[in-house]
């Protein structure tokens, strides 16, 4: 079953497009178990009006698996996670780290850095959704907004909101 967030590994292989597909990650499991591995970068458009089926398959030797997300839907990312839990993965990563036009020009990637407030709800949204972790992906900063202080601010940010919707939970 997933959502067993993996034990500390020496090595990790970040989400590469069209590298890291599942036969790639299949080698990579034969090399080293110990081996942090991440799926492509998969937005929540193609799960959920594109073939689910060749984006979230993998081989049960491919664990622990993480499914990294890209949108700034927070409902459509929280139905990717659901999809995720149910096929299986062990964590769910959203990309705020993509730095390429084309993703940019979607609203997610790195620029959702300059919304951390969407970001923090998403990844609410999820953890809500599913019982697996989310965890965040982002870069130290991105156009001219790479001040370390823009980055803590960021990273305060998403995990203000996390502790805030935790508190609230437990309190309920």
């Given at each position: 079953?997933?959502?067993?967030?993996?034990?500390?590994?020496?090595?990790?292989?970040?989400?590469?497009?069209?590298?890291?597909?599942?036969?790639?990650?299949?080698?990579?499991?034969?090399?080293?178990?110990?081996?942090?591995?991440?799926?492509?970068?998969?937005?929540?458009?193609?799960?959920?009006?594109?073939?689910?089926?060749?984006?979230?398959?993998?081989?049960?030797?491919?664990?622990?698996?993480?499914?990294?997300?890209?949108?700034?839907?927070?409902?459509?990312?929280?139905?990717?996670?659901?999809?995720?839990?149910?096929?299986?993965?062990d964590e769910i990563?959203?990309?705020?780290?993509c730095p390429s036009?084309?993703?940019?020009?979607?609203?997610?990637?790195?620029?959702?850095?300059?919304?951390?407030?969407?970001?923090?709800?998403?990844?609410?949204?999820?953890?809500?959704?599913?019982?697996?972790?989310?965890?965040?992906?982002?870069?130290?900063?991105?156009?001219?907004?790479?001040?370390?202080?823009?980055?803590?601010?960021?990273?305060?940010?998403?995990?203000?909101?996390?502790?805030s919707r935790r508190?609230?939970?437990?309190?309920?």
């Amino acid at each position: 079953r997933g959502g067993q967030r993996a034990a500390p590994a020496p090595l990790s292989i970040a989400p590469m497009m069209a590298r890291t597909d599942r036969h790639f990650r299949f080698l990579l499991r034969l090399l080293s178990r110990r081996t942090l591995l991440y799926t492509e970068m998969v937005t929540t458009g193609a799960l959920i009006h594109g073939d689910s089926d060749r984006h979230l398959a993998f081989s049960a030797e491919e664990r622990p698996q993480m499914l990294q997300l890209g949108g700034d839907d927070p409902a459509a990312l929280a139905h990717c996670a659901r999809l995720a839990e149910a096929w299986g993965y062990d964590e769910i990563n959203l990309n705020v780290g993509c730095p390429s036009d084309r993703v940019q020009r979607g609203r997610f990637g790195v620029c959702l850095m300059g919304f951390p407030e969407v970001v923090a709800e998403a990844v609410a949204t999820m953890r809500d959704a599913c019982a697996l972790p989310v965890g965040v992906k982002h870069r130290i900063g991105f156009d001219d907004r790479d001040s370390y202080a823009e980055m803590l601010h960021f990273v305060d940010v998403v995990a203000a909101a996390d502790r805030s919707r935790r508190d609230y939970l437990e309190n309920l």
